[in-house]
Nanobody, 124 residues
Framework: QVQLEESGGGLVQAGGSLRLSCAASGRTFSRYAMGWFRQAPGKEREFVSAITRSGASTYYADSVKGRFTISRDNAKNTVYLQMNSLKPEDTAVYYC?????????????????WGQGTQVTVSS
């Protein structure tokens, strides 16, 4: 089992940057592919980005491609989401998630463990 805790959210102006972190418990972090999702008020949770267990491959939603970068440090049991050129429509609660399989997936139901989320608010 993996426990996940996000941090790094906050309030930022449009065009600004934030870096989210997700710390995982346990010694088997490198066995999990990781993903970031977000949920805005009144909307369904949506995929943002994913990274393979080794970190060699990444995958992004079209809405964030070129602005967000996912990375991981298996020695620190942490996955990151660097968010640049933020827009008001990026405002949401951001969640990290872990799945016990290989490959890149964008479906909510394909992830086994979830953090509690961190709020990101982008003002115009």
């Amino acid at each position: 089992q993996v426990q996940l805790e996000e941090s790094g959210g906050g309030l930022v102006q449009a065009g600004g940057s934030l870096r989210l972190s997700c710390a995982a418990s346990g010694r088997t972090f490198s066995r999990y592919a990781m993903g970031w999702f977000r949920q805005a008020p009144g909307k369904e949770r949506e995929f943002v980005s994913a990274i393979t267990r080794s970190g060699a491959s990444t995958y992004y939603a079209d809405s964030v491609k070129g602005r967000f970068t996912i990375s991981r440090d298996n020695a620190k049991n942490t996955v990151y989401l660097q968010m640049n050129s933020l827009k008001p429509e990026d405002t949401a609660v951001y969640y990290c998630a872990a799945r016990g399989g290989s490959g890149l997936r964008n479906g909510v139901l394909e992830y086994d463990y979830w953090g509690q989320g961190t709020q990101v608010t982008v003002s115009s």
